[in-house]
T-cell receptor, first 113, second 114 residues
Framework: LAKTTQPISMDSYEGQEVNITCSHNNIATNDYITWYQQFPSQGPRFIIQGYKTKVTNEVASLFIPADRKSSTLSLPRVSLSDTAVYYC??????????????FGKGTKLSVKP | EAGVVQSPRYKIIEKKQPVAFWCNPISGHNTLYWYRQNLGQGPELLIRYENEEAVDDSQLPKDRFSAERLKGVDSTLKIQPAELGDSAVYLCASNAGTGKETQYFGPGTRLLVL
């Protein structure tokens, strides 16, 4: 599974757009890019997954350039409740029976009023 | 739909004592995972079950850790004897096992070994 690199921490203010970039230079052809969110005292929660270009759902967007060696999670208009750790993972599936999830240290996002 | 249930939520024990964690996955989920998460780190996989079979336990410290999922539903993770370095959060996750869906995590059990 490809190794990922992301910033240890980021600060933002309520209402701002936050972009968290993840590097995955050794991504394989079959690999997907998945982001999880984790609040204190809770398990990680799936946010979004993509393979290439752009994916958008009700909570976030994921931008993946053509070379797929990096990806950017975009959170529009963050609120205090978006304060959490965000993990970028790369693997052949969501981490189902054909693969395992390998978490890095994640990015600790702090949203201030 | 009920999520992944874990108990207890917190456990404090003295070193060399045994401890067990219980997990009930989402109904119908064939694949079950146990992870360990140390402070400030991401979760690390300990073992993965497909129904009642442990298909990946390469990261499980087998000298002191054991796990079972006898009927392919709920699962128990045991540590005997516990060491100070075992203090961590133990997370259970599950998914339907078709290979494409996300994993659903429980709240975890926070273990403190004194």
């Amino acid at each position: 599974l490809a190794k990922t690199t992301q910033p240890i921490s980021m600060d933002s203010y309520e209402g701002q757009e936050v972009n968290i970039t993840c590097s995955h230079n050794n991504i394989a052809t079959n690999d997907y890019i998945t982001w999880y969110q984790q609040f204190p005292s809770q398990g990680p929660r799936f946010i979004i997954q993509g393979y290439k270009t752009k994916v958008t759902n009700e909570v976030a967007s994921l931008f993946i350039p053509a070379d797929r060696k990096s990806s950017t999670l975009s959170l529009p208009r963050v609120s205090l409740s978006d304060t959490a750790v965000y993990y970028c993972l790369v693997g052949s599936t969501y981490g189902g029976s054909q693969g395992n999830l390998i978490f890095g240290k994640g990015t600790k996002l702090s949203v201030k009023p | 739909e009920a999520g992944v249930v874990q108990s207890p939520r917190y456990k404090i024990i003295e070193k060399k004592q045994p401890v067990a964690f219980w997990c009930n996955p989402i109904s119908g989920h064939n694949t079950l995972y146990w992870y360990r998460q140390n402070l400030g780190q991401g979760p690390e996989l300990l073992i993965r079950y497909e129904n009642e079979e442990a298909v990946d336990d390469s990261q499980l410290p087998k000298d002191r850790f054991s796990a079972e999922r006898l009927k392919g539903v709920d699962s128990t993770l045991k540590i005997q004897p516990a060491e100070l370095g075992d203090s961590a959060v133990y997370l259970c996750a599950s998914n339907a096992g078709t290979g494409k869906e996300t994993q659903y995590f429980g709240p975890g059990t926070r273990l403190l070994v004194l």
